[in-house]
């Protein structure tokens, strides 16, 4: 069984950075895809940010020039560099990994617990 832990979240004021970081543990086997998530209080989970196999990427707009995502296959951590941090950005994040392990040949996705990032003055 694959699991998918988060951390880095915490308090900062608006204009600070935070890194969220991400790993995965398990039989992993072949890697799809790794997305970072968010939901804020009353609002409906929307995608970050997200990383394929081959390296592309792809932001939300609301978060592109500021949130840079990336990636450490050797050791299945995935992270989410954020700078200029807006109250608008106070969430909680989640990241998602598309992966198959060894026991099941089969792409599934596996979420973390999610981390919270407050952004306030």
């Known amino acids: 069984q694959v699991q998918v832990a988060e951390s880095g979240g915490g308090l900062v004021h608006p204009g600070g950075s935070l890194r969220l970081s991400c790993t995965a543990s398990?039989?992993?086997?072949?890697?799809?895809?790794m997305t970072w998530y968010r939901q804020a209080p009353g609002k409906q989970r929307e995608l970050v940010a997200e990383?394929?196999?081959?390296?592309?990427?792809s932001y939300a707009g609301s978060v592109k020039g500021r949130f840079t995502i990336s990636r450490v296959m050797a050791n299945h951590t995935l992270y989410l560099q954020m700078h200029n941090l807006k109250p608008e950005d106070t969430a909680v994040y989640y990241c998602?990994?598309?992966?198959?392990?060894?026991?099941?040949?089969?792409?599934?996705?596996?979420w973390g617990q999610g981390t919270q990032v407050t952004v306030s003055s």
């Open positions: 398990g039989s992993i086997i072949s890697i799809e895809a």
């Open positions: 998602k990994w598309r992966c198959a392990e060894a026991s099941r040949a089969i792409f599934q996705d596996y």
């Open positions: 990383i394929f196999r081959g390296g592309s990427i």
